[in-house]
């Protein structure tokens, strides 16, 4: 039973290809967090983002904050990620001079991906871009 339970999951699991990558490119916000023992954690409105810019298994992710034009407030502060394909997963790898770590990508797609972590904590992200609310007429980028 244990056996067939343990192929079920491991076959629901979605395999992430070298060009499933690029989706990871542009603007994200946790949409919640599910800990260890099964709790969520649900934001509502975020003002902080992440950015991400990959190139092949290369690039940054950037904390970044909306503005009310549909502009992005970014600081010089990044993190770099490398991206790692093993038989156990795929994995993307962090590093600044003050710390490294890692967390295992569980599934992506256009709209969303899911990433856990060290603490078996699994952060779904969701796909957001510029959202201009003073409506001044101009087309944000």
């Known amino acids: 039973m244990i056996l067939v339970l343990s192929l ?12 499933d990558i690029e989706k990871l490119n542009g603007y994200w916000e946790i949409e919640k967090v599910v800990f260890d023992k099964g ?19 290369k690039g940054t992710r950037t ?10 407030l970014t600081t010089d502060t990044f993190e770099n ?5 093993t038989d156990k997963g ?8 003050y710390a490294k770590w890692t967390e295992e990508l569980i599934s992506i797609s256009d709209e969303g991906f899911v990433v856990k972590n060290d603490q078996n904590k699994e952060y779904y992200y969701k796909k957001t871009g510029p959202i201009n609310i003073l409506n001044d007429g101009k087309k944000t980028k």
């Open 8 to 19: 079920l999951f491991v076959s629901c699991k979605q395999e992430i290809k070298p060009a």
């Open 39 to 57: 709790e969520e954690k649900a934001y509502g409105m975020n003002e902080n983002f992440d950015f991400f810019k990959i190139k092949g298994t």
């Open 63 to 72: 904390k970044v904050m909306a503005q009310l034009d549909g502009t992005f």
């Open 81 to 85: 990620v490398s991206v790692r394909f």
């Open 90 to 97: 795929t994995f993307l790898d962090y590093n600044t001079d």
